[in-house]
């Protein structure tokens, strides 16, 4: 099974320290996992390195950026994963917008 994981970025905060860690959790059990984020704060990424587990980011320059959308929306359908997992409002929302119309969500 192919998760994908979204989240703002890898900082030191409380929910992606939580995503990171499910995200490595579910990669200890043999899932594939990958991860989106769109603002390069890296505090977590060495842990998802050390697990395996790609990181995709799609820098944004604004509030709410559509490219990042959009960007989410190609990886998703590229790559097939079964499902999409996101943490916080704006993440949840990206996530929402990018699997519009896909089947299977």
Known sequence: MKILCVIDHLGPGGAQ????ELGCGLRARDF???FFV???DDH???RLIESGIPIHYSPKSST?????????RRL???????????FLD???VYAELAI???KNY
Do not use: C, H, M, W
């Open 44 to 46: 977590f990424q060495s």
């Open 100 to 102: 519009v119309g896909l």
């Open 90 to 92: 704006t993440p949840n």
């Open 32 to 34: 594939t996992v990958e």
């Open 38 to 40: 769109y603002y390069p």
């Open 17 to 20: 320290r939580q995503l990171v």
């Open 64 to 72: 709410y950026s559509a490219a990042s959308v959009v960007n989410l």
């Open 76 to 86: 998703i359908k590229a790559d097939d994963f079964n499902v999409v997992i996101s």
